[in-house]
């Protein structure tokens, strides 16, 4: 999108956020799940399902420096619709590796949300990756897929789920695809996953796949054995997208704590004026500074068109480990206040735990950046600048 364009449709996202979905916080805190039937309008009226969409295919073929500030901004308010809208962005990526036929069939509907869209590899008898056990075989013009997959974001109302699969074992890593799993398929059926500790409101199943028909068109891009190229492409941005989460849930967080420092008084003085108080102000602040200028180096690279696995694993395992700080930092700052709901710092300590595992645990992460290096990936030279 050209910038112009740009900077006037980001005022408008930053109104729906503030004033037209702050109201749903409480309701889907209290009732644990997203009203779609509300809130896809309201997203869809900002084009926002299409952030990733090409616009030669009715989205806002936005770069990631400009989708960014959506994510941000959505944390800063509410990482349960933030990890709805997420999983169908996310998922929405993955149609880069499409046919030409399924672009045109999928992104226009993609982009207006009316079609809803997940992401399929987690599963509950495997580990994720070449580890996966879930299988596709083809007969005629179908696939017939045997497995499981568990906490499957937005599988209640996804039309379409990427599903990661073998569609050849004796392959290895080359034998696994994408599929894209309709909604109502013969032979897919799924349970509700409950309980979750935050980021309410999205479903986060178990699906259950016996002999479920998908048909040999919806193999993504066409061809059998991209998949884990495919998703590892994709999660090198969806990693940023996460680092982007703990960025928004970090600012909103110092942002509060900052007003409460200098409203809450003891023995006579705010506690702002309080040395204990004020480290934690500053350690926060420097988590949050480490983390922005991390992601805009990521950012500018990534939008160059660099492929960057170690610096997209340090931003996001980096950023989960900051905002964890920032929220512990808040916490003490508000006191026993902060432990209840009558402040929203006990959201967003809880919301943002997921962005330690989402999208890979702290030793996914490592083992990417270790082997990366290891590989012979260095830091460009300063040479005299930096
Ligand atoms: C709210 C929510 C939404 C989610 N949405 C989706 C989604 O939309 N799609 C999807 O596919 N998944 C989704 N997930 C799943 C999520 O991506 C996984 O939970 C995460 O990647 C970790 O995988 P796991 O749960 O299988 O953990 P495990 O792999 O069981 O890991 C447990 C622990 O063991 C460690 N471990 C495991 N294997 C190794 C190893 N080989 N070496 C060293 N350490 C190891 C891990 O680092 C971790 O500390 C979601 C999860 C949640 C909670």
């Not at 920032?326 to 006191?335: E, I, S």
Request: proline letters at 4%.
């Amino acid at each position: 999108m050209d910038e112009g364009r740009y900077t006037e449709w980001f005022s408008k996202v930053r109104d729906l956020i503030w004033n037209d979905l702050t109201p749903y916080i409480e309701r889907v805190e209290r009732e644990g799940h997203i009203p779609h039937d509300e809130v896809i309008p309201k997203l869809a009226s900002l084009g926002l399902y299409g952030c990733l969409v090409p616009e030669s295919y009715g989205g806002l073929g936005l770069t990631v420096k400009q989708y960014i500030p959506v994510l941000v901004e959505l944390s800063k308010m509410y990482a349960g619709l933030r990890g709805y809208l997420h999983a169908h962005v996310s998922a929405s990526k993955l149609l880069e590796f499409a046919t030409e036929e399924q672009k045109q069939k999928l992104y226009p509907g993609v982009a207006s949300g009316e079609i809803q869209l997940g992401f399929a590899l987690t599963e509950p008898d495997n580990g994720t990756g070449v580890d996966i056990s879930t299988t596709a075989q083809r007969r005629d013009d179908t696939y017939y897929v045997n497995g499981r997959k568990h906490l499957i974001s937005n599988c209640d109302i996804a039309d379409y789920l990427m599903l990661v699969c073998y569609t050849d074992r004796s392959k290895g890593p080359e034998g696994i695809s994408v599929l894209m799993l309709p909604k109502g398929a013969p032979g897919f059926t799924w349970d509700p996953v409950g309980g979750l500790m935050g980021c309410k409101g999205a479903e986060h199943g178990r699906l259950n796949l016996n002999d479920a028909q998908v048909p040999a068109e919806n193999l993504l891009g066409g061809v059998e054995g991209k998949g884990l190229h495919h998703a590892l492409e994709a999660l090198e941005e969806s990693r940023l997208f996460i680092a982007s989460t703990s960025l928004g849930t970090a600012e909103r967080v110092l942002e509060l704590s900052l007003e409460y420092a200098q409203q809450r008084v003891t023995f006579g003085k705010p506690i702002a004026t309080r040395e204990t108080v004020r480290s934690y102000l500053a350690e926060m602040a420097m988590d949050i500074y480490a983390l922005r200028t991390m992601l805009a180096d990521a950012i500018a690279k990534i939008d160059r068109g660099e492929r960057i696995p170690a610096e997209a694993a340090m931003c996001k395992q980096f950023g989960a480990e900051a905002v964890f700080r920032v929220t512990d930092r808040a916490l003490l700052v508000h006191g026993g206040l902060g432990y209840t709901t009558q402040r929203d710092i006990e959201r967003h300590y809880r919301d943002c735990r997921i962005n330690m595992i989402e999208e890979g645990t702290p030793s996914i992460q490592k083992t990417v950046i270790a082997r990366t290096f290891l590989d012979g990936y260095r830091f460009p030279d300063f040479g005299g600048q930096l």
